[in-house]
């Protein structure tokens, strides 16, 4: 397995361009997050999904977008880019167990600059 | 809402060390707790969990005890090694639910 995989490892982007994050997971999960990880902030919840179709915003969703039209794979798109979406995100997916948590597992991680 | 407060490094011991970071949690219901271990230019990766009041969650000689209580989770070892220098991350998820709230993370380092 895989596990959870994510490209680009880094990107430059000038403002106002877009781009799409990719993120694919083989392990089957239901469950799949978007997280932001700023200095001093650690890691905010952008978008998650808890299945192919469905969708919801977390802590800080605004200037982007996801769909999840298949179980393995949540891009996150940044529809018009701004030096505050300068960030390392990550990817996170999750099965659904019969215990009391779900453990996430995370991507490597996508390192963004945008100038 | 949820929140989760973690001591704020870097803290830096020398080897063979005692180590502790503290962790509070504010939280509706009974969350399950974690800790996460970032290694530099690498993803997160779950450390130790816990999922009720008391429990012991343990590995690689880290350990942490769910205090409902004093609603807290601090991580200890009892004797660090330079390889443990990363960024730790105290996060809670509620029941049922599949998204992490985390502190702000602490970096540790550890020197020879």
């Known amino acids: 397995n895989a596990g959870v995989t994510q490209t680009p490892k880094f990107q430059v982007l000038k403002t106002g361009q877009s781009m799409t994050l990719q993120c694919a997971q083989d392990m089957n999960h239901e469950y799949m997050s978007w997280y932001r990880q700023d200095p001093g902030m650690g890691l905010r919840l952008i978008h998650y999904s808890v299945g192919a179709g469905i969708t919801d915003q977390g802590e800080v969703p605004n200037g982007y977008n996801v769909s999840r039209s298949t179980t393995e794979d949540f891009p996150l798109r940044l529809l018009s880019a701004a030096p505050s979406q300068t960030s390392v995100y990550f990817c996170?997916?999750?099965?659904?167990?019969?215990?009391?948590?779900?453990?996430?597992?995370f991507g490597p991680g996508t390192r963004l600059t945008v100038l | 809402g949820n929140s989760v407060t973690q001591m704020e490094g870097p803290v830096t011991l020398s080897e063979e060390a005692f180590l502790t970071i503290n962790c509070t949690y504010t939280?509706?219901?009974?969350?399950?707790l974690f800790w996460y271990v970032q290694y530099p230019g690498e993803g997160l990766q779950l450390l130790l969990k816990a999922t009720k009041a008391d429990d012991k969650g343990s590995n690689k000689g880290f350990e942490a005890t769910y205090r409902k209580e004093t609603t807290s989770f601090h991580l200890e070892k009892g004797s660090v090694q330079v390889s443990d220098s990363a960024v730790y991350f105290c996060?809670?998820?509620?029941?049922?639910?599949?998204?992490?709230?985390f502190g702000k993370g602490t970096m540790l380092l550890v020197s020879p």
């Open positions: 996170a997916s999750s099965g659904k167990t019969a215990g009391d948590y779900n453990e996430q597992f």
């Open positions: 939280a509706t219901g009974y969350p399950s």
């Open positions: 996060a809670l998820t509620r029941t049922g639910y599949s998204t992490l709230t």
